[in-house]
């Protein structure tokens, strides 16, 4: 581009060129500066009672000075280049994000031995604060001219009806805990222990800030009973069970409160109506809070045994849980009246109830002739069901997240996607459907009323697995050591969101392989939908269409390790020394047709969609030493 030259838009052009985006942002400057770190102090008052004191503190300074440098691109100004009533204009953004945290926790510890009866005990008081402090500016400035960052506020700011160009935003949060346990051991036979905790927290309202979690535990060691101690191959064999409860403040820092917002581009009005004169200064919703909001608990039971058989060469551990939750916190859609902040309302939903297992086996053989060899197998399986809602609906819908009382929690919710109209026959007989033709999808009509409309949607599909597991075998030679570790999920369906925009040519950039196989008539059988411009069938919506089976395996990581001899650490010093190459992600088997079978959850309810945010697993290989002084 020409010094002084301008050029206009295009219009709606394809993907931003990746070489471009670096090297206009190549002048950005970030700088962070974090301090952490803890101070305490321990005293011994009289034999087996101590005190302890312990402060923990975070400091985080984050800085972001954005000068993005402007870009021709296919005839479009990508960056911060604009052209305002026939001046140049540059774009530049500061960011400040400062955050303290501080812990502070005082326990006051018990413990004595009284021949075989052992008795620990202590009671605590802990604090946590934090502090938060994020401001932005954006200013426009004639084009060429330098601009100081840590003074950006004496810069005019000049907004527009798109963009938000100054705000600042301070989200501070509190919590007070008050916990105490004893517990009590009878010769290495019988355990029981309980504890009590008090939480509160300043996400919630007054009335509702603190709640109180007790648990309970008991355990058997059956391998030191009299009628087990001689037995040679049970090494160890113990119950469990234990009870307890505890709480979820998972929520936004203020979400007991309305927030109001005052922002040129959606709070300023016209109230004359003239159209003429000043515009008079207004508030609009941010967020509409609620006051009544309440810890979210949890309390689980669990039955365990542990068994270790041979000398530890056998390993087996089995748990049984049921995990009921209530007072879910989660935000729904609320009713339009609300406007856009309505969105950000949690409410206590209902409850929810977990029901697993989780299995656990080991085979170590011993060693022989300085070979070693081992095997760790993990199995876990749970079922969910929300069995609550607090909403007339006995439901919450959004978009193709459901979830439901019967049902389990993140659910998806849509039309059934029945095929592809192959023949003029089959677009004649079904059911009204709008935008039904030749190559669109054509989706079932469940209720048989004739037509296609919200009525025949239902249920389409689970986020949860069947079960997940994970298979370690490990391999020893003298100082060699090999790792395998492979994990999976099975029974499991995902949402290929992805497909909403690669598979439809509704866009102008480039679309996903798919439509290299769409239907046309000298294509039949195809089961991707004809190519078109125009979604009149509305393809898009969710469907069984974008389900897919998320169960994979995968050949985690690999592990060669070798570990220096003695003789060698004594010539160079070090306490121990190993060398390792390692490799990840070598192997995977799914039939999931997105980027990555793994996606992060978008909410508590959006389980399993995997959208355009997701990038694949990558194969990594590396290299390195481990040294101890």
């Known amino acids: 581009m020409e010094p002084g030259e301008v050029l206009v838009g295009a219009g709606l052009q394809d993907k931003w060129n990746p070489l471009a985006i670096l090297y206009i942002n190549r002048n950005n400057a970030e700088k962070s500066l974090r301090s952490f770190g803890n101070v305490y102090a321990d005293v011994n008052i009289v034999k087996g009672l101590a005190f302890s004191s312990k402060i923990n503190f975070d400091i985080n300074q984050f800085k972001f000075d954005e000068q993005t440098e402007s870009f021709n691109q296919n005839g479009s100004i990508l960056g911060n280049r604009i052209l305002l009533d026939d001046q140049e204009f540059s774009r530049f953004a500061r960011r400040r994000n400062d955050a303290q945290t501080y812990i502070w926790t005082n326990l006051l510890a018990f413990k004595r031995d009284f021949g075989p009866h052992t008795i620990d005990a202590f009671i605590g008081h802990e604090t946590f604060d934090r502090n938060q402090e994020n401001n932005f500016h954006r200013i426009q400035v004639p084009l060429g001219t330098a601009v100081d960052f840590e003074n950006i506020e004496s810069y005019d700011i000049i907004a527009d009806n798109a963009i938000l160009d100054a705000y600042g935003i301070g989200a501070d949060s509190r919590r007070m805990s008050q916990f105490a346990k004893v517990s009590y051991d009878f010769a290495d036979k019988y355990y029981i222990a309980s504890s009590i905790r008090r939480d509160g927290s300043s996400r919630f309202g007054k009335n509702n800030r603190y709640a109180i979690f007790p648990t309970v535990s008991l355990g058997w060691t059956l391998s030191n009973e009299n009628f087990l101690a001689g037995n ?40 004359a109506g003239d159209g003429e004169g000043p515009i008079d200064n207004g508030v609009s919703a941010n967020q509409v809070g609620n006051p009544d909001l309440k810890w979210e608990q949890s309390f689980q039971s669990n039955i ?40 950000t309302l949690f409410f206590n ?27 760790d197998v993990t199995f876990s399986a749970y079922r969910n069901e929300v069995t609550q809602l607090n909403n007339a609906d006995n439901f919450i819908l959004e978009g193709v997240s459901y979830t439901g009382v019967g049902h389990p929690i993140g659910s998806y919710y849509g039309f059934i996607a029945d095929g592809i109209f192959r023949t003029p026959e089959e677009v004649a007989v079904h059911a009204e459907q709008t935008g039904k033709g030749l190559g669109n999808i054509r989706y079932r009509d469940l209720n048989g009323d004739g037509v296609i409309n919200q009525d025949d949607r239902t249920i389409i599909g689970n986020p949860h697995p069947d079960f997940i597991y994970g298979i370690n075998f490990s391999l020893g030679y003298k100082r060699w050591s090999f790792n395998v570790f492979f994990d999976g999920r099975q029974g499991n369906e995902m949402y290929n969101a992805q497909r909403e925009l690669l598979d439809f040519p509704y866009f102008g950039f480039n679309h996903g392989r798919n439509t290299l196989d769409a239907w046309a008539p000298d294509n039949a059988n195809s089961l991707i939908p004809a190519l078109s411009t125009s979604d009149v069938n509305d393809q898009r919506r969710p469907s069984t269409y974008f389900v897919e089976d998320g169960s994979f395996f995968r050949l985690k990581n690999v592990n060669l390790t070798y570990s220096l001899s003695p003789q060698a650490l004594d010539k160079i010093g070090f306490e121990s020394a190993s060398i390792f190459i390692q490799a990840e992600n070598l192997l995977n088997i799914t039939s999931f047709t997105g980027f990555d079978y793994e996606v992060p959850g978008l909410s508590r309810t959006g389980i399993g969609i995997a959208g355009l945010g997701t990038y694949p697993h990558t194969k990594a290989f590396s290299f390195g030493l481990n040294l101890n002084f």
């Open 349 to 375: 939903a209902g409850d929810m109830t977990n029901r697993g297992v989780d299995l656990a086996l080991g085979l170590h053989p011993a060693p022989v002739n300085d070979f070693s060899y081992g095997i």
């Open 232 to 271: 040679k191959n049970v090494d160890d064999l113990k119950l469990r069970f234990s009870w307890g409860g505890n709480g979820n403040a998972d929520i936004l820092e203020y979400a007991q409160y309305s927030i109001f917002n005052n922002a040129v581009e959606n709070s300023n009005y016209d109230l």
């Open 304 to 343: 365990g045994l542990d068994l270790s058989l041979f000398n530890y060469q056998v390993k087996f551990v089995v748990d049984l849980y049921e995990k009921n939750t209530s007072d879910l916190l989660l935000q729904i859609i609320q009713p339009s009246v609300l406007g856009e902040a309505g969105k």
